[in-house]
C-alpha cells in the first residue's frame, strides 16, 4: 500500500526535509527563514499523528507504512538537528546523542525482528517522552526569537534538547536493557 492516504502524508515529512533545508539557503530575512522553518516543521511533524489516526480509521494500516513511519521521523528529526547544528543553536554533542541513539535503536529493533523477538524492544512510555521533547525543542530551536514578546525559545528549546539528550539516553538503556536476556540466549545457543 504505496499509495494511501496516510501512506503519503508520511512521505510529505521525507519530501519536507529539503524544503526546511532550502529554508536558511534561500535570500530573505533571518526572522522569515526562522518562521517559516518552524511552520513547516511544526505542520509536518502533525503529520506523524495524523498518518497513524486516519491509517487506523480508514483501515488502511499496511507493513509498508508500519516501516516508513518511524524512518520519516528519524529523517526530520536528524536533518532538523544538523541545521541547528549548522546554525549554531544546537550542541554537537547533542546531535551525536540523539542520531546515535536512533541508527542504534533501529539496529536493534531491526535484529530483535530477525531473531522473533520484536516484543522485547516494543516503544516504550521513555520512548514518547524522548520524541515529544524533541519535537517540541526543535521547532523552539528553529525559531529562535520571542515568542509573543514573552518567551524566549532559544532558551527553552535549548533546555528541551538537553532533556531529550537525557531522555535519548535513559530510553536507549531502558531498550537495551530489556533486550538483554534475548541475546544471551541467542549468545548461549
Known sequence: MFLTIPTLMTWTRIVAIPL?????????????????????????????????????????????????????????????????????RADVFVALII??????????????????????????????????????AIPFLLYDGMLFGVMDTGVWGHVLIWIAAVLTVWSMAYYLQKAVPEIRARVQR
Open 99 to 136: 542520531i546515535g541513539r536512533e541508527i542504534a535503536i533501529s539496529a536493534l529493533r531491526e535484529w530483535m525482528a530477525q531473531i522473533g523477538a520484536s516484543k522485547s524492544v516494543a516503544v516504550h512510555m521513555l520512548g514518547k517522552l524522548k520524541t515529544t521533547a524533541q519535537m517540541v
Open 20 to 88: 526546511i533545508v532550502g529554508v536558511f539557503y534561500t535570500p530573505m530575512d533571518p526572522g522569515l527563514q526562522n518562521l517559516l522553518a518552524t511552520v513547516m516543521f511544526v505542520v509536518f511533524a502533525a503529520t506523524d499523528w495524523l498518518d497513524g489516526y486516519l491509517a487506523r480509521k480508514l483501515n488502511q494500516t499496511s507493513s509498508f507504512g508500519a516501516f516508513l513511519d518511524p524512518v520519516a521521523d528519524k529523517f526530520l528529526v536528524c536533518a532538523s538537528l544538523l541545521v541547528l547544528v549548522h546554525l549554531q
